[in-house]
């Protein structure tokens, strides 16, 4: 009966470490939502870690108060804050070392 080398037998435990590590942080990754309303409060859109819109909440009226232009502009602001705060939520998660692990780095060249 043939054994494992010590040094393959730390490879292969340390590549079963970097699968756990890496399905938690995609873990955490995929449970990102952020939620900024518009200026005005009336709307509520719902932005996944990749900006993805994922939900939109209109409040009662507000479709019937404001102008088509206002409607959008509430809209779209309220997406590029979700969208900001969701951008925040994914570096952080890139930024907080897992147990035993350094930061990732958040581009070439860079430090974590």
Not at 21 to 46: Q, T, Y
């Amino acid at each position: 009966m043939s054994s494992i080398h010590p040094d393959v037998q730390a490879a292969l435990d340390a590549a079963r470490d970097l699968r756990h590590r890496i399905a938690e942080m995609r873990e955490k990754i995929d449970n990102i939502r952020a939620r900024r309303p518009s200026p005005s409060g009336a709307v509520i859109p719902e932005v996944d870690a990749m900006g993805k819109l994922t939900d939109l909440y209109l409040a009662p009226g507000t479709a019937a108060r404001l102008t088509g232009p206002e409607l959008v502009a509430e809209i779209m602001a309220a997406i590029r804050e979700s969208t900001a705060d969701a951008a925040r939520q994914y570096q952080s998660v890139m930024e907080t070392p897992v147990e035993g692990t350094e930061p990732v780095a958040t581009a070439p060249g860079q430090s974590g």
